[in-house]
């Protein structure tokens, strides 16, 4: 574990009755916005349930912020804010009295709290509406008392599960937006639970990704985005040439015609730039853009868990 290290986790094993839930998932949780991206059923609740010291698992070994969630539950929770996927707040209690309550119970003294509570519900643009029941709120509204709740006793560490359920466009960008405010502009790591690669993407500075209970990819969004496969140029032309794709069959170069004058260049080498360089300048196109191509999460999220199953199929196939 290093100075960074917020959560550790080594071969998390956890089952549900017949139902293996994590099956040796390894990942860790550093600085900043983490992604936990993974499809229904791939372990994410079961896994912030482990964070949180709610069930221990069944094999493996997990610390966050150094502890033990399982002897040390209690001081956890007491750093560590959570907000539900699901709406659990009581609709005919004002948002205030909610967060200034859980803010007191999680240890703050009342005065404390209750100061704390208002300062928080200003910051995330509910000042005005901070004591309306939550259940006379709108979706959008209550995602953000879930957020307040969990960020009021400044704690180290906030796990958000799908904060943008139920959003429509505009709010959901308001949330990733104020997710980032929270890493940001209050120091607080955040782990986000998410099924939505592009807002992750957006929004995070590293990110694990589930499957079927196991870890199949993990690390930082711009490292992954780089892939390990070959490098693309996305070659944009104010109008399609025929004359410069006969000219890269010629010169060999690989490259794949999108339409519209869009073309995504296989490089095979350094020397590639430069057959790439004549072919233009013989042909006499106009060229808009030259940009490498960079793969989203979705791009690394199929091709890694693909990779699994492949593995998990010759591993069955050598017994």
Known sequence: ????????????????????????????????????????????????????????????????????????????????????????????????????????????????????????????????????????????????????QAIAADPTLVLLDEPTNGLDPMQR????????????????????????????????DAVIILDNGRTVATGNVADLQTGNGPAELLVSLDAPSRKLTTALRAAKVEFTDLGNGRLLVTVDGDATYDRLRDAIAASGVSLRSLERRRETLEDVFFAAGDAAREQQHTRAAAK
């Open 1 to 148: 574990m290093t100075a960074l290290d917020v959560v550790v986790a080594d071969g998390l094993r956890k089952s549900w009755d017949d139902t293996l839930a994590l099956d040796g998932a390894t990942f860790r949780v550093g600085a900043g916005v983490t992604g936990l991206l993974g499809a229904n059923g791939s372990g994410k609740t079961t896994t912030l349930g482990l964070l949180l010291g709610m069930h221990a698992a069944d094999g493996g070994t997990l610390t966050v912020l150094g502890m033990d969630p399982v002897t040390q539950g209690a001081e956890i929770r007491a750093l560590v804010g959570y907000a539900p996927e699901h709406d659990t707040l009581p609709p005919d209690v004002a948002a205030y009295e909610i967060v200034a309550h859980l803010a007191e119970m999680r240890g703050l003294p009342r005065r404390e709290a209750a100061g704390r509570a208002s300062d928080v519900l200003f910051e995330l643009g509910l000042g005005e509406e901070r004591m309306r029941p939550v259940g006379t709120m709108s979706t959008g509204q209550r995602q953000r008392v879930k957020l307040a």
């Open 173 to 204: 960008e308001e949330m990733l937006r104020l997710v980032r405010r929270v890493a940001d502009e209050l120091g607080i790591h955040v782990l986000l639970s998410s099924h939505l690669l592009e807002e992750v993407e957006r929004v995070a």
